[in-house]
């Protein structure tokens, strides 16, 4: 690596979303952590998402810095302070967000002009971005939060319309190294925009993914063969910022969450945690499913619910659903915030019931708990694929139908039957589990062996900023 080499001015733009963001300040801090001189562009609410981080770095002698733009608040119409789309709960605030996000281009042309940066790069979000960098000159790599087996799957999915024209699935995707299968097709919107996602890849240098060369085995060869464009896999971001050291749960700890008190008290591998994310909200007819299907499988559960405001009333679970379950010790029913990358590393965690969000996906890879599926909504059900087909660390119980956004109601439900039997595969002694817990425990020391020193996404973020002193920016 070229340390003695001059450090590069290196601007990196986040997304407004939780999933996007903290993988791209996490990347921030590691190239930073290089001896690159990092710059994250944001706006002022978001910026206090990670200013506590920012500062540890800073004080560790990192050159990392916050360059706050105005959010364009008064223009889309939204209240001051509402930039993330954590603090949206339905399509119309959601789409002001993303308007903001078109809105800001003027203010980061101006920025990029006045103080030129060797290298830009932002969230694969601001498709706008190809052309700013191609008028400014100025060498543009995207960050994209998915996984590069999600883009094959699109870019597969682009060029074979022939294999989508009945109208029921299950599909066969052609020409990707597994035979894969889509249950049901993507949405027309969903299609639009990941056309306009892989659009923007032009003209890059290359992609940089929060993942691991070996979750990707196969398609980065495809990825690359087929846009001879590069693919840097820096990740488990998560894992790599935390230099590695397995998370402690201290017994004493006054602050230790109710959850992870309530976890101390059962078997190991005996839970099934169910998180359906940040951002989706299902029905309360999809719920009411989700608590009968969970109950007939006669295994203990962890359930976290985000519930948006004005939905707070109960008839979504069967009358006295949580009296009873606390007091046969069945499950634990959470409305709030949980520390999931804690949970899923808990050893009485035996299963999680996921809507396959890409950092959830990535988060049970890394503690090695084995996925029963059930996407909610945009790249989440092919992320289903690569764990259930693609590695076979998880049980498929899918989605009726395929949602653009996380606010869409689905108008059919996942029944509860479909749920109980995905469960009970997983977590019956004498169901399927074995084998794919297995497998779930080999990914996670592969996700391990990945971040250590010497390892492939170590060598890859060195490999990295190799690329941009060299290549990118020539001495
Ligand atoms: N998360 C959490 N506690 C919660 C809900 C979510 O810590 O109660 C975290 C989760 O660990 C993950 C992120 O929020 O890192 C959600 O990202 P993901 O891509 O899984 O799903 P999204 O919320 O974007 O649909």
Redesign the pocket.
Known sequence: MGIESKPLKIYMLPFF???HL?PLVNLARLVASKNQQVTIITTPSNAQLFDKIIEEEKAAGHHIRVHIINFPATQVGLPIGVENLFAASDNQTAGKIFMAAHLIKPEIENFLKQNPPHVFIPDIMFTWSESTAKDLQIPRLVFNPISIFDVCMIQAIQSHPEAFVLDSGPYQIPGLPHPLTLPIKPSPGFARLTESLIKAENGSHGVIVNSFNELDEGYTEYYENLTGRKVWHVGPTSLMVENTKEKVISINDEKKHESLTWLDAQEPNSVVYI?F????SLSNEQLMELAIGIVASNHKFLW?V?RKEGEDDDNWLPTGFEQKMKEKKRGMLIKG?????LILDHPSIGGFLT?C????TV?AISSGVPMITMPGFGDQYYNEKLVTEVHRIGVEVGAAEWSLS?YDAKKTVVSAEKIEKGVKSLMDSDGEGGEIRKRAKEMKAKAWKAVQEGGSSQNCLTKLVDYLQSVVVPN
Request: overall charge negative; glycine content about 14%; hydrophobic content about 40%.
């Open positions: 979303a939780q999933g903290i998180s994310g940040s951002l989706c976290v985000h915030w949980v520390p999931q990358a809507h969000g890409w950092n959830a988060e996380p």
